[in-house]
């Protein structure tokens, strides 16, 4: 159980060009998901949280016109990063928590394989 | 908000040795802490966790203990094997039920054959 999809796995396009990646709870309702940017070497920083049915939180220093977070169901949240540039190319992950209480929630974020993103 | 560091940031060992990585958190309100494992390219995963309510967990060769006064806590892995080897994270959450982790920097461990 406790399954998060995330796709694509691996994405290389131009610059200037919008790419959307989807993160799905496959077997639970993910009343939160959570947005990660890793750059080789380095940790996992968060980026924004997205609650279902409102307007993601943004972390100091992410524009929130350039990363576009849609959380529009229990099940589906995505991440579009639009006119993305070289400097945007990066492992972006993302997580989801259950409903609390619900069975998965003894764990706080389930996570996605994550997206290799290439800007060329 | 939270600040965790995380020493070493590379770390080599015998196979058979043991191997210890240190954390120490900055908000006296944190209350679970994880571990992950993670593989080049992939996801992280859970490999251990420890709650403020208890000083130490042991999961076969892995334990955690935590020293909520200090701030700090280590984790142990012992026995170590080859499929050891990864870049380990610490992580805290100031508030369950928010759930923001933060992470720590990472530690490169790798095991020796």
């Known amino acids: 159980g406790a399954v998060v999809s995330q796709h694509p796995s691996w994405v290389i396009c131009k610059s200037g060009t919008s790419v959307k990646i989807e993160c799905r709870s496959l077997d639970f309702q993910a009343t939160t998901m959570f947005w990660y940017r890793q750059f080789p070497k380095q940790s996992l920083m968060l980026m924004a949280t997205s609650n279902e049915g409102s307007k993601a939180t943004y972390e100091q220093g992410v524009e929130k016109d350039k990363f576009l977070i849609n959380h529009a169901s229990l099940t589906l949240s995505t991440l579009t990063v639009t006119s993305a540039h070289p400097e945007d190319s990066s492992f972006y992950i993302c997580s989801a928590r259950g409903v609390f209480g619900q069975p998965n929630s003894n764990q706080p974020q389930h996570f996605g394989d994550g997206t290799r993103l290439s800007i060329l | 908000g939270e600040n965790v560091e995380q020493h070493p940031s590379t770390l080599s060992v015998q196979e058979g040795d043991s191997a210890v990585i240190k954390c120490t958190y900055s908000?006296?309100?944190?209350?679970?802490f994880p571990w992950y494992k993670q593989e080049l390219g992939k996801r992280p995963q859970l490999i251990i966790d420890i709650r403020s309510n208890v000083g130490e967990k042991k999961d076969q060769r892995i334990a955690v203990t935590l020293n909520k006064t200090a701030k700090h806590f280590s984790l142990h892995i012992t026995e170590t094997q080859p499929e050891d080897s990864a870049v380990y994270f610490c992580a805290a959450i100031s508030n369950f039920g928010n759930e923001k982790l933060t992470f720590g920097t990472g530690t490169r461990l790798t095991i020796i054959p």
């Open positions: 908000d006296s309100a944190s209350n679970y």
